[in-house]
């Protein structure tokens, strides 16, 4: 049981890593941790609803997400194909691509929380 325990605690460890990357290291995701600060002040000063809460935090936790997976995708992409690749070159744009389609769908979703 303690090294599951153990075990567990070094996976979280290791994700943590990966977010202190994330937003250290890639500009949109610095963008989309603005974006977000903002969207919570918004929420608090409208006093959202709890259901307005939960779309806004999983609109929110989604970008940050695709985010994610958006640049792991690209650091592997670098690392296989340090040259240009059509093929990695397409892979890394349907990746951008699917964090651009979350942005659209969490900014219809604030619209319709902030704005109806």
Do not use: Q
């Not at 202190?20 to 903002?38: Q, T, W």
């Amino acid at each position: 049981m303690k090294e599951y325990i153990r075990k567990r605690a070094k996976s979280f460890g290791y994700a943590w890593k990966g977010i202190v990357y994330l937003f250290r290291n890639e500009s949109n995701a610095k963008i989309h941790l603005v974006a977000a600060v903002g969207v919570i002040t918004a929420g608090l000063a409208v006093r959202l609803e709890r259901w307005e809460w939960c779309a806004v935090l999983l609109c929110i936790g989604g970008v940050w997400m695709a985010e994610a997976f958006n640049t792991a995708l690209e650091k592997v992409c670098d690392k296989v194909s340090p040259e240009y690749a059509p093929l990695i070159g397409t892979a890394k744009d349907v990746a951008a691509a699917a964090v651009l389609l979350f942005v659209a769908a969490a900014v219809a979703v604030g619209a319709i929380v902030f704005l109806l």
